[in-house]
């Protein structure tokens, strides 16, 4: 296997050429911030410590099949989220091609490709959401398992009163390993 190089206008059948290899992220999401300021997604995706990435990176040949993968995630020990990647709306492929139609990607882009049914947000007869002291586990198969613990945001604040002068009082919940 090459190692991935700068791309762009690839073709779909070529796009998995230009990936180097597949890992976990947990998608995490701040609710509020995403309905109450503005009902954009961006917003409550992109705080510090949210999407953490790891264990480990898994080279392409290792994964083999990317759209064959199980994957599960557990609030507390409860399994709320399980599915495979066949089920996703658009292949792994076909995302990257169409990101490559529109801008060059380097070495080291990370692409996230969505989250399984069972959304907490969408758990019925009521939502599901995170809440301080709340340990979240997943795993996708052959890339790793990942654990953090939720940190509300009055706890990040009362631990950073001294060390963490400045800290954005919109933080609303931390993830940590």
């Known amino acids: 296997m090459d ?3 700068r791309a762009s206008y690839v073709t779909e059948a ?18 509020a911030y995403q309905i109450e300021r503005g009902g954009t997604w961006d917003t409550g995706k992109g705080r510090d410590t949210f999407g953490p990435i790891g264990p480990w990176l898994v080279t392409r040949d290792e994964v083999g099949d990317p759209q064959d993968l199980g994957m599960w995630l557990d609030v507390n020990g409860k399994r709320m989220q399980t599915g495979t990647t066949v089920t996703m709306i658009f292949s792994v ?11 060059t990607l380097m070495p080291g882009v990370v692409i996230t490709t969505g989250t399984p049914p069972g959304l907490g947000m969408g758990m019925k007869p009521a939502p599901v959401y995170l809440k301080h002291g709340d340990t979240v586990e997943l795993d996708i198969e052959k890339l790793g398992t990942q654990r953090q613990q939720v940190v509300a945001h009055e706890e990040i604040s009362r631990l950073c009163q001294v060390a963490c002068k400045g800290l954005d009082g919109a933080l609303a919940l931390e993830i940590r390993p």
Not at 15 to 31: K, T
């Open 3 to 5: 190692a991935p190089t």
């Open 14 to 31: 070529d796009a998995l050429d230009h990936v180097a290899g597949f890992c976990l992220i947990n998608d995490v999401s701040e609710r």
């Open 93 to 103: 492929a076909t995302i990257v091609y169409y990101l490559f139609e529109f801008m």
